[in-house]
């Protein structure tokens, strides 16, 4: 990537953290509060056959993901998804340990708690240490906690989505008859503004701690010069790049305990393009491969935190009645069964397990890496780790 | 030639006939579907509706339900359903606002969210499949006409070398073609002095009827490759004709609200308004094909998006109604995505962004070669596959790919090359075979 461009998405997603920090009472916290200081991030990016990263005809598109980072990981080539194949679904279920059969856009929230509730209320962490930083649109600010009368937002995490915020800025233009030149940076800069300027957060689909949800004039000055500088690039800008970007940041300010990133550059397959799918997943290698390197660079990171990579699921098979890689719900093993990566402070030694686990496994896992107590969990926690 | 002309006649007197039993008495046919558990109503219900619209395949497909419904007794439909019903009232469908006059997205959205999905699905079928069985017992065997799929991978398409593909069929076989493997579209469609193309042999069978020749084309060329007199007897798409249409409905279906009930209304919508003023003159008169279009943007797949999905969708969508004689299915080059406008693919880039459009070869090549596959794919579902030719040409290199149904294997050796004029004589000899 350009590393012009690259220095300005980081300058925008530095302040667009910043701002968050600003509007929530002031504090920046970069250690947690309490806990055991163990850290967890969990990567989940969407649909992505097995066939297309491992496997014999898949292994060329994620150079990062089986060169570099295979070899240290504890990795599951056999992880089922039985529920249902939708993302906001998908990720509740992972998040919550239970499957969760919602609306699929989002319009209520998960049925059961969430990680982000057992974490904040049995360690007592600040909203700040848990957050979910989401590429994709088909997830809402719901997914931060759910809808169990104990738990609920007052323990639910800090939710946003930094790909909608340039999306929402592109679609208003053209709502509004203004096209984007490249040469003309003044055409998409006042939207991404008046995106960041919104009185209401939720508006954009963020959910961010505290009733502030407003910026100071100063931090909006600083805000829409780094805009300026993204827009000025004229070069391709992707969602998850984007996304990326904000998780790092968010990272480097907040070092929150537990940290959820959901991808969707690859999800472009709905459109019926193949080679942009592909490239989709090619940014998922680079990026996590990058997420890696930040997290044995950043001190509150390193060696302290384990990482998890997963697809929300397959693609669909070729020749299905659902129009193969286009779609992501035929009841196949192309559809349910994909692969996960576990890297990092809980990995006991690197290995390949092929006996078969679940999505719902995953959060009694982190819950144990957290110790914590008393969940009624139907998942049980993966072997070979350190729990 | 003769032959064929009859079978075909036959088999559209039967489909005729077929849905003229259905067309006067819908008011009994619902009577008839009220009998059936409620999942299973919505799909049957939107089909008599939209009666006019359907093609008489899938007009044959309801008739010969119906009929098979009306053929089993009370008792034996009960007992049939039961397990149906008892599974319905585990999934609290009951409970549901489930539309039983239309398929809507809030209809599947619920079902596919049910933990009992899949057991769902497995007993709808067996239902169909048992009253379907019901109705074939009297009913005569239809004729089985010589089909062809022909899949034009345009010039412009660096695709890769074809023993390089991932297989398509077992009986596949790649031919060298000597000579210009571009004109062979045309002869196929216009023929050569000594026999007529498939133009004039449907123009001369088809009487108005448009179902039985697809010409499917991410730009605009096949539709030239029929006279004036022939475009009424074919149903000719066009991805870069239709763009106003495309234009103007793209920017309102991104009008949708995130809410799966107000998507279906908001679709419901977008079904029924007037397009008139927006539709090319390549359809006027046309509003089956009118109808098929809406549907096929509707049901998504980048059919709005892509011009090569739009191919793809098109061509799987009319083999699934259809069952055509004929599809003719061209690919294309796309845009790269443009900078920064691209994260918002599903907009109207040439309205969002006035930097000029720049071709994609590669990328666009990499997406016809699977989407050309995935119609082979889609035609192999149906019992028609088996007198099915498909030919994938591949321009740039002057090769096609090669599926000859059982027992019609071409005429020459495996090292021979056929010119297009040979290739394309002896695709339309198997048309009148």
Redesign the interface.
């Known amino acids: 990537m350009d590393e012009s461009r690259r220095t300005l998405l980081k300058a925008t997603a530095a302040l667009l953290v910043d701002q968050w920090a600003c509007a929530r009472l002031g504090a920046l916290a970069a250690e947690p509060s309490t806990g055991a200081g163990r850290k967890v991030v969990v990567l989940t990016c969407g649909g992505m056959r097995r066939e297309d990263t491992f496997a014999d005809s898949g292994f060329q598109n994620i150079p990062h993901l089986y060169r570099d980072l295979l070899p240290q990981s504890v990795f599951f080539p056999f992880v089922r998804n039985a529920g249902v194949t939708s993302h906001y679904n998908t990720v509740s279920s992972v998040l919550s340990g239970n499957w969760q059969r919602l609306d699929d856009w989002g319009k209520t929230p998960p049925s059961s708690p969430t990680l982000f509730e057992y974490l904040r209320k049995q360690m007592g962490l600040r909203q700040d240490q848990t957050w979910l930083i989401s590429s994709n649109k088909a997830l809402t600010s719901k997914i931060g906690s759910s809808s169990v009368r104990e738990f609920g937002p007052a323990y639910g995490a800090n939710v946003i989505f930094p790909k909608q915020l340039l999306i929402n800025a592109v679609v208003h233009a053209a709502a509004e008859g203004r096209a984007v030149h490249s040469s003309d940076r003044s055409t998409v800069q006042p939207e991404i503004e008046a995106m960041l300027n919104s009185d209401n957060y939720d508006g954009l689909g963020w959910s961010v701690g505290g009733d502030t949800s407003s910026l100071d004039i100063l931090t909006l000055g600083t805000m829409q010069k780094a805009i300026e500088d993204l827009v000025r690039t004229n070069a391709p800008v992707t969602g998850d790049e984007f996304t990326f970007l904000v998780a790092t940041e968010v990272m480097r300010r907040f070092a929150p305990s537990f940290l959820t990133i959901t991808l969707s550059d690859m999800e472009v397959a709905h459109f019926g393009s193949y080679s942009l799918h592909m490239a989709g997943i090619g940014t998922v290698d680079r990026l996590v491969y990058e997420l890696w390197t930040q997290l044995q660079s950043l001190p509150a990171y390193k060696d302290k935190t384990t990482l998890f990579v997963l697809p929300e699921f397959g693609r669909d098979l070729d020749g299905s009645t659902t129009n193969g890689f286009f779609n992501h719900r035929q009841n196949s093993e192309s559809t349910r069964v994909t692969w996960m990566m576990c890297l990092g402070d809980a990995i006991r030694k690197p290995q390949i397990i092929e006996n078969p686990i679940e999505h719902t496994d995953i959060c009694p896992t982190i819950a144990s890496l957290f110790a914590l107590k008393n969940l009624d969990l139907p998942g049980k926690p993966l072997p070979g780790l350190w729990l | 030639m003769a032959m064929t002309q009859t079978a075909n006649n036959d088999e559209r007197n039967a489909l005729h006939a077929a849905a003229a039993q259905v067309a006067p008495s819908r008011e009994s046919s619902r009577k008839l579907i009220q009998r059936l558990p409620v999942t299973m109503r919505p799909s049957l219900n939107q089909q008599l509706t939209a009666w006019d619209s359907l093609f008489p395949f899938e007009q044959n497909q309801v008739s010969q339900f119906l009929r098979g419904l009306e053929s089993l007794k009370l008792s034996e439909l009960n007992d049939l359903v039961q397990p149906l019903k008892a599974l319905e009232g585990k999934m609290g469908v009951p409970r549901w606002n489930f539309s039983e006059t239309q398929d809507t997205m809030e209809n599947a959205?619920m079902l596919?969210?049910?933990?009992f999905?899949?057991d769902w699905?497995r007993e709808v079928q067996r239902v169909f499949a048992a009253i379907n069985a019901a109705a074939h017992d009297a009913s005569v065997p239809a004729p089985r006409p010589a089909r062809l799929i022909l899949i034009v991978l345009q010039e412009s398409l660096p695709v890769g070398p074809i023993h390089n593909w991932k297989p398509w069929d077992k009986r596949a076989q790649v031919l060298k073609i000597n000579g210009d493997a571009r004109r062979l579209t045309d002869l196929c469609m216009q023929g050569q002095s000594n026999q007529p193309g498939i133009a004039a042999q449907f123009a001369q069978e088809a009487e108005g009827q448009s179902a039985d020749l697809w010409l499917i084309d991410a730009e605009a060329q096949l539709q030239s490759s029929l006279a004036m007199s022939e475009r009424k007897t074919a149903s000719a798409l066009s991805y870069a004709v239709l763009k106003p249409f495309r234009d103007k409905f793209l920017a309102d279906v991104?009008t949708v609200p995130?809410?799966?009930e107000a998507t279906d209304q908001t679709l419901a919508a977008l079904r029924h308004r007037d397009w008139e003023p927006w539709w090319p003159t390549e359809l006027a008169g046309q509003a089956r094909l009118r109808s098929f279009v809406i549907d096929l943007f509707l049901s998504?797949?980048?059919?709005l998006?892509?011009s090569?999905?739009f191919v793809?969708?098109a061509a799987?969508e009319a083999l699934r109604r259809a069952r055509p004689r004929v599809i003719l299915a061209r690919f294309g080059l796309?845009a790269k995505?443009?900078?920064?406008?691209?994260?918002?693919?599903?907009?109207?880039q040439q309205?969002?962004?006035?930097?000029p459009d720049v071709d994609?070869p590669?990328?666009?090549a990499?997406?016809a070669l699977?989407?050309a596959?995935?119609i082979w794919?889609?035609a192999?579902?149906y019992p028609e596959h088996e007198q099915t030719c498909c030919l994938c040409v591949v321009e740039q290199q002057n090769t096609a790919y090669l599926i000859a149904p059982d027992g019609m294997a071409p005429p020459w050796g495996p090292d021979y090359s056929p010119t297009p004029e040979e290739l394309s004589a002896w695709i339309n000899a198997h048309l009148t075979a």
């Open positions: 959205s596919a969210r049910s933990e999905y899949a699905r991104n995130k809410s799966i998504g797949n980048g059919a998006i892509f090569n999905a793809e969708w799987s796309r995505p443009k900078p920064f406008t691209g994260i918002a693919i599903f907009e109207n309205r969002i962004s006035t930097l994609d590669k990328g666009s990499t997406d699977i989407l596959r995935y794919l889609a192999l579902r």
